[in-house]
């Protein structure tokens, strides 16, 4: 998936000579592993890897009882050594890989690390596993000739089997996540303390990362940085934990409350319930051979690969009538000229009548070529009849000498019935070629999505003939074009703007440090021929349209295009002005697009964006999220601005602001992946997304992504001076006890990273088609995820809970509730059970904040005093559950929020002797006093509330 699990999914098989039907048989895995060019060549380091694979197959058809790894192909570095036994490619997969090794900075003791973007259900998009994890196999190999004892820590093909079912299927952590406020790794049920998790008795040591006692306040709250740690030596445990998503009986009634990732994310749902519900399970067909080792092959690609495009252009009647063959002449010349790189292979092919007509063999761009390739494109039209079943057969020919994997189709079509498009005996779909389309306006075939999704590929979507969307058939003919290209060799785009130029009109840019090779200014459009077009650069040179760096073509191009080999950083500014006695009129308004596009500079890592869809196919009342990712490097950009801008159908387009926080639509804070759910509908058909990031020193940096890591390596990597004594359930006894106020904990994430010089980014998502629409929505609210109780008091028979939540919107993360609802009860079941039941909390028991609504991700904060109707009548210690439900106007209600829980210590009766709180003799444990007690010489929030 770059963010498109499918395509590799589908290019493995193409490149081990697999049909993609024989791939749906149950049970079988194959993988398409590329190691990153940094990944130094060491001796045994291959043998290492197939000996990873192999342990990990056996792991997992034991875990699971049905699934293996059939089939392994590993992409080495076109940098190693060629062997023998290496096929070659032409093509470099690394970044639709699903497995990547990568290098381990060092780190002796790494971690994999799993790239998750997508919602409950889906798959991840990547597993990162680094070089010192396969190069660990070997000691590993070594201990097991020796009979040596097994290791306290969790060997790399135990992490990969752990991360497995939230890769493959789409499940989150089931355990607490260490350090987290939301997803703590212990909670309290009256006074027993236990460790979070969805397996029933999960049996470990609560301890701080140093070894010393889990601390808890006087009022039963654990502190968030206590850490659990197992004993995973021993291999009845470990594969316990590791069966644990699978095994229906360990998802009990009661898990469902627990504050684990997973129940919060998947709505409670059972994570059993989401894995059987895979094809894995689900199919019935027997496999193909019975389960053994992994078969591995390895590839190599070619050194300085080069990029090879099949243009796959219709030429039928309705391009002319509809007046889209113009804009495809200019858009595809343009694109010749200058957005693919010289080296680049180029092929051109006409489809009309129902045939495939080669204009232009697979051809090396260069200056020359490059000029007689612009006069082939066509500009007239044929009869009507695209069948892109033919195409691609034409393109597979045109590969033959070389091998087809890896090479990028692009079907532009207006074409509203495509033939072909169903046939699934043809061979062209199983050689490896990607396949992207391009929709030309609202007729278009609506197949064309699952088509693209169908062949590893991209969708995009040109809503309407015209300058105004003259940029989006560039940019998505050049998206296409680079989908295989390494981050570093990507055109970067810094600016794209349509400028309405009536009179003389300025626009700034910056370029920032780490960008300025190759860089190109364009403006385009068809009144480029009335228009003067300079440039000013950050030293106040200026360029103009006689200066050597300048192109303007009015003809076949339409363009100004200034070429820049290394452009200075800092701010540039390009002026447009009319021509004096222009065709165009003094007084009229001149429309074109102006596009600011660079490359990475050498030996630096610019700040690059991609951004996806959910799903290319939408059957209403579900909705598309959307996920743009910035990175620079290996590292994240957090803090930034993001927006993507959607075309509809029928309606004007619409923006809406994607958050990196954890809620609604983004799955993990912190990971650089801004998200958000589109749920503007205007209607049944295309919907095109453009996403634009920005950001400066003042709000955006870089800094390691907060990943997610198997938890189940968190726990067994445990202080070495800590001798793990495993316990299901803890007294608050048994814990030190915090003297200080909830207040001072410590921030778990503090804000770090280094900031961000100015920058914008701009980047074509594609497009998704939405089916079944309906004009009443039943989209509702949507669920509230991050009700905590911050912080607890009790003051005689006095309980104050501070709760705080972030709203949610009346569609799922956008607009504003009629109703809030804040509930509690002593029993979490009933919460979801009967929710009208519970009790419910109103404003006249808040002592501060109000439970009036707030627009969606503003911060809800209140301060409860919990009715004395709620305490049992023994005054012992108990537990009470709280949740909020939200309601619209309409009166839709949203699910359940996650469940929060806060206990009180009890009422204790006066004590009348003095010495009756003296400890025992030959106690050495000091206990928790669970009887309310003053703080001295401080004051929580909540003491100075309840004095105010």
């Known amino acids: ?418 033939g072909g498009k169903n046939e699934t005996a043809i061979e062209a779909w199983d050689t490896g070629i990607i396949l992207s389309t391009v929709a030309l306006g609202s007729r278009a075939d609506p197949a064309l999505e699952l088509l693209a999704s169908r062949m590893g590929g991209l969708s995009f979507w040109v809503p309407s003939e015209g300058d105004a969307y003259t940029a989006l058939l560039d940019d998505a003919l050049a998206d296409a074009a680079q989908q295989l290209s390494q981050a570093d060799q990507r055109e970067v785009i810094v600016r794209r703007e349509e400028l309405r130029v009536r009179g003389d009109r300025q626009l700034p840019f910056v370029i920032d440090a780490s960008l300025g090779a190759d860089g190109r200014v364009a403006v385009v459009g068809r009144a480029v021929e009335f228009l003067a077009v300079r440039i000013r650069d950050p030293d106040d040179e200026l360029y103009d349209e006689a200066s050597p760096e300048c192109t303007k073509d009015v003809l076949r191009t339409q363009s100004v295009v200034f070429s820049f080999p290394t452009m200075k950083p800092g701010r540039w500014t390009v002026q447009v002005s009319p021509i004096s006695g222009g065709g165009t009129g003094g007084a009229a308004t001149s429309t074109v697009m102006l596009l600011v596009t660079s490359y990475t500079a050498r030996n630096k890592s610019a700040i690059q964006l991609r951004a996806q869809a959910s799903a290319p196919w939408v059957a209403y009342p579900a909705v598309a999220s959307l996920h743009a990712r910035l990175t620079r490097g290996n590292h994240v950009v957090v803090g930034a601005s993001v927006w993507a801008s959607v075309s509809r159908p029928r309606r004007r387009h619409v923006v809406i602001t994607l958050h990196d926080d954890g809620l609604g639509a983004d799955t993990s804070a912190g990971d650089g992946i801004y998200s958000a759910f589109f749920t503007d509908h205007s209607g049944v058909g295309r919907y095109r997304l453009v996403v634009r990031a920005a950001g400066d020193e003042s709000n955006a940096r870089t800094t390691l992504p907060h990943v997610c890591r198997s938890s189940l390596a968190d726990l067994a990597r445990k202080p070495p001076n800590l001798v793990v004594q495993p316990k299901k359930a803890y007294r608050l006894t048994d814990l030190a006890e915090d003297t200080g106020s909830e207040d001072q904990w410590a921030p778990l994430a503090p804000e770090a990273g280094q900031p961000c010089p100015m920058f914008e980014r701009y980047v074509d998502a594609g497009s998704f088609q939405l089916v079944g629409y309906r004009e009443r929505s039943p989209i509702g609210p949507g669920a509230i995820s991050d009700l905590l109780v911050e912080a607890s008091m009790v003051r005689g028979p006095r309980w104050m809970l501070e709760l705080t939540w972030t709203a949610m919107g009346s569609h799922l993360d956008a607009g504003v509730v009629e109703h809030v609802e804040l509930r509690c009860s002593r029993r979490g079941s009933e919460l979801e059970e009967n929710f009208r039941r519970a009790f419910q909390i109103r404003d006249t028991d808040l002592l501060r904040g109000s439970l009036s609504p707030l627009a969606a991700r503003k911060r809800h904060r209140v301060v409860v005093l919990v009715p004395a109707r709620l305490f049992p009548p023994d005054g012992g210690a108990f537990t009470l559950y709280l949740a909020v439900r939200t309601q619209d106007v309409q009166g839709r209600q949203s699910p359940l929020s996650n469940v929060a829980r806060a206990t009180h210590p009890g009422i204790r009766p006066a004590q009348t002797q003095p010495g009756a709180d003296k400890q025992k003799p030959g106690s050495s444990a000091r206990p928790i006093v669970l009887r309310p007690r003053p703080i001295v010489n401080q004051r929580s929030r909540l003491n100075r509330i309840f004095f105010t």
Not at 54 to 59: D, L, P, V, W
Request: hydrophobic fraction near 40%; include cysteine.
């Open 1 to 418: 998936m770059g963010l498109r699990g499918f395509t590799a999914f589908c290019l493995a098989f193409a490149m081990a000579s697999c049909s993609a039907e024989s791939a749906r048989t149950a049970g079988e895995v194959h993988l398409l592993v590329a190691i990153h060019k940094n990944v130094s060549e060491q001796d045994f380091f291959l043998e290492n890897l197939q000996r990873f694979f192999t342990r990990a197959s056996r792991e997992l058809r034991e875990v699971t009882g049905r699934t293996w790894i059939d089939s392994v192909t590993v992409q080495v570095p076109s940098t190693w050594r060629y062997r023998r036994y290496y096929g070659e490619l032409d093509a470099d997969f690394y970044q639709v890989a699903q497995v990547r090794v990568v290098p381990s900075n060092g780190n002796t003791k790494p971690r994999m690390e799993l790239v998750q973007p997508l919602p409950c259900g889906m798959p991840g998009e990547m597993l990162l596993v680094p070089e010192a994890a396969i190069m660990q196999q070997q000691q590993q190999q070594q201990r097991d000739r020796r009979g040596s004892a097994a290791l306290d820590s969790l060997a790399p093909e135990h992490e990969f089997v752990h991360l497995w079912p939230r890769f493959r299927y789409g499940i989150f952590d089931e355990i607490g996540i260490p350090g987290s406020k939301r997803f703590p790794m212990a909670v309290t049920d009256n006074d027993t303390v236990f460790p979070v998790s969805l397996s029933k008795g999960l049996s470990g040591m609560l301890s701080l990362s140093d070894g010393s006692r889990c601390a808890a306040t006087h009022m039963g709250m654990i502190r968030p940085d206590c850490h659990l740690f197992l004993q995973l030596s021993n291999r009845q445990t470990l594969m316990g934990l590791l069966r644990m998503p699978y095994a229906a009986a360990n998802n009990p009634t009661a898990a469902r409350y627990l504050p684990t990732q997973h129940n919060v994310l998947c709505q409670r749902r059972s994570t059993s319930e989401i894995i059987y519900s895979h094809e894995d399970f689900t199919l019935k067909r027997e496999p193909n051979r019975s389960p053994r080792e992994p078969r591995f092959r390895f590839v190599r690609p070619k050194e300085n690969v080069t990029t090879r495009v099949v243009l796959l252009l219709d030429a039928s009647e309705g391009m002319c009538r509809g007046g889209w063959m113009r804009q495809v002449h200019h858009s595809v010349s343009r694109f010749i000229q200058s957005r693919l790189p010289d080296g680049a292979q180029l092929a051109l092919i006409a489809l009309a009548e129902d045939e495939a007509h080669v204009l232009a063999n697979l051809t090396k761009l260069g200056s020359r070529s490059r000029r007689a390739l612009r006069l082939l494109v066509p500009y007239g039209c044929g009869r009507a009849g695209v069948n892109p079943s033919r195409g691609l057969d034409r393109t597979a020919q045109l590969l033959k000498g070389s091998h087809p994997a890896g090479a990028i189709a692009v079907l532009v079509t207006h074409e509203a019935s495509l």
